[in-house]
């Protein structure tokens, strides 16, 4: 079973950013999309940004372009979302998730892989 482990999440401050990793348990998983989604207490899970692992082009959620980048790095299987000028807004349990077909979807459902999640507290 493949495992898709996530971290850098914590405890932070008003406008400080964030760098949240994904990597996958098994070194020799392939897959061609990988997304991040966040969960804010009693809330949907909500799409933020995803990419393609080839290509490493990447599509985000329109009102959260601005705020959120998604990069890869290929040698070691990692997926990072750096979160700028982090808000209140922005708790919620991070998410990454991953599938084999090449992806440009939203929706949590068309993803197979997931990981636990990392916490993200923003503080005022």
């Known amino acids: 079973q493949v495992e898709l482990v996530e971290s850098g999440g914590g405890l932070v401050q008003i406008g400080t950013s964030l760098r949240l990793s994904c990597t996958p348990s098994r070194r020799t998983f392939l897959y061609d999309s990988v997304a991040w989604f966040r969960q804010a207490p009693e809330k949907e899970r909500e799409f933020v940004a995803a990419l393609n692992w080839d290509t490493g082009n990447p599509f985000y959620e329109f009102a959260l372009k601005d705020q959120f980048t998604i990069s890869r790095n290929v040698s070691n299987k990692t997926v990072f979302l750096h979160i700028h000028s982090l808000k209140p807004t922005d708790t919620g349990t991070y998410y990454c998730?991953?599938?084999?077909?090449?992806?440009?979807?939203?929706?949590?459902?068309?993803?197979?892989?997931w990981g636990q999640g990392t916490q993200v507290t923003v503080s005022s």
């Open positions: 998730a991953a599938d084999p077909r090449r992806l440009r979807d939203k929706k949590p459902t068309e993803y197979y892989y």
